[in-house]
C-alpha cells in the first residue's frame, strides 16, 4: 500500500512526501542526503513496509520537490512539515537520516515537532561541522590547500552529464566502498546524476559552511550512529565526534570497509537497525501503554 501527498512548509514549499506501508504500523521517517532522493531508500521501503508504515519525502531541490530557499533552518522547517502531514499529534516514530539528512535531524532537534514524535534517531553517515577540511576525496595532507581543493570539486558547476563508465567509477571512488557491488554503484549514480544541477551546487554552498554541532547536542533521544570506515566524503572521524557528543547514544556502528552510501552499499545492517529502534521505542512502548 502506498500513497502520495504533499507537505506545505513553513515558507510555503510543497514537499513531496511517500507513505508506504499499511496504515496504523509502526512508522519510520527517512530524510535522504545531498543529490539524492525517496529512490535512495529503496531497499529500506521494500524490507520494512510489509508491517511498518515507511515515509520518504524529496528534500528541497531534489527529486520532485521544487528548489526554494536553502539552509539549515529550512531542512528542518521541511522536516517539521512533513511529521505534521504524516503522523497524529503525539504519534511517535523512528527518524532516520542520511549525510544531508542526517544534518536535517540535528537541526531539527530543538524543534516542537521533533520533539513531539521523535521516539528514536539513526544517523547514517554524516557529520555536524568541518565537512570540507576533514574530506578525504584527494589523497593530499589536511590543510588549507586541500580544504581549498576539496570546496571547488563538491561545488562545481559542470553539469554530471550521463552515466557513463568513467562516471560511475569516478563516483564509486568518492562516495563508496572499494567493494562495493557494480549494481550497487550503478544504483548511486543514476540516483546522483539526476539531481539538478543548481540544486546540486547551492546545497554544496551550505554543506561547506555547516556548523550543527549544537544541534547534536540538543539531540535528546536514543540515537545510533553508523558510518562506513571508507567514508571520505564524511570520514569516520565525524561519526565519532558526534556519538561523543550526543546525549543519548545507543551505540556507534562501524561498516568495514563501506563508503559514504551506506543505505545502498550495506542495506541489510541499516534496515536491521532501523527494525531494532522500531521494536524497542516505538512497539514495546505502545504495548507498554
Known amino acids: 500500500m502506498s500513497r502520495t501527498l504533499t507537505a506545505v512548509s513553513a515558507?510555503?514549499?510543497?514537499?513531496?512526501?511517500?507513505?508506504?506501508?499499511?496504515?496504523?504500523?509502526?512508522?519510520?521517517?527517512?530524510?535522504?542526503?545531498?543529490?539524492?532522493?525517496?529512490?535512495?531508500?529503496?531497499a529500506q521501503i521494500r524490507e520494512l513496509a510489509g508491517d511498518h508504515r515507511?515515509?520518504?519525502?524529496?528534500q528541497r531541490g531534489h527529486g520532485r520537490t521544487p528548489a526554494a530557499a536553502v539552509g539549515t533552518d529550512v531542512l528542518a522547517d521541511d522536516l517539521e512539515a512533513v511529521l505534521g502531514a504524516v503522523l497524529a499529534p503525539g504519534e511517535k516514530a523512528v527518524l532516520a537520516g542520511h549525510s544531508m539528512g542526517g544534518m536535517t535531524l540535528?537541526?531539527?532537534?530543538?524543534?516542537?515537532?521533533?520533539?513531539e514524535h521523535a521516539a528514536a534517531v539513526l544517523l547514517c553517515s554524516t557529520g555536524s561541522s568541518r565537512l570540507i577540511d576533514e574530506s578525504?576525496?584527494?589523497?593530499?595532507?589536511?590543510?588549507?590547500l586541500r580544504t581549498r581543493l576539496t570546496g571547488l570539486i563538491l561545488g562545481a558547476r559542470a553539469p554530471l552529464g550521463p552515466v557513463t563508465p568513467l562516471s560511475k567509477r569516478i563516483l564509486k571512488y568518492a562516495t563508496m566502498g572499494p567493494g562495493s557491488a557494480p549494481e550497487r554503484v550503478a544504483e548511486c549514480a543514476r540516483?546522483?546524476?539526476?539531481?539538478?544541477?543548481?540544486?546540486?551546487?547551492?546545497?554544496s554552498q551550505v554543506?561547506?559552511?555547516?556548523d550543527l554541532d549544537s544541534g547534536v547536542r540538543e539531540l535528546r533521544v536514543p540515537t545510533v550512529v553508523v558510518s562506513g570506515t571508507a567514508d571520505r566524503l564524511t570520514p569516520i572521524v565525524q561519526a565519532r565526534r558526534i556519538a561523543a557528543a550526543l546525549p543519548k547514544c545507543l551505540e556507534l556502528v562501524e561498516l568495514a570497509g563501506m563508503?559514504?552510501?551506506t543505505p545502498v552499499e550495506a542495506p541489510e545492517a541499516i534496515t536491521a537497525k532501523i527494525r531494532e529502534l522500531v521494536t524497542t521505542f516505538v512497539k514495546a512502548k505502545e504495548e507498554a501503554a
Do not use: K, N
Not at 515507511?54 to 524529496?58: F, P
Not at 540535528?106 to 520533539?115: D, E, I, L, P, Q
Not at 546524476?193 to 547551492?202: F, K
Open 11 to 42: 515558507d510555503g514549499s510543497q514537499i513531496h512526501v511517500e507513505v508506504h506501508g499499511p496504515d496504523g504500523a509502526p512508522a519510520v521517517v527517512l530524510a535522504h542526503g545531498w543529490t539524492c532522493s525517496t529512490e535512495f531508500w529503496a
Open 54 to 58: 515507511v515515509i520518504v519525502y524529496d
Open 106 to 115: 540535528m537541526a531539527a532537534s530543538g524543534r516542537a515537532a521533533f520533539t
Open 136 to 144: 578525504l576525496i584527494l589523497p593530499m595532507r589536511a590543510g588549507r
Open 191 to 203: 540516483i546522483v546524476h539526476a539531481c539538478p544541477r543548481t540544486s546540486r551546487v547551492t546545497w
Open 207 to 210: 554543506l561547506a559552511g555547516l
Open 259 to 261: 563508503g559514504h552510501m
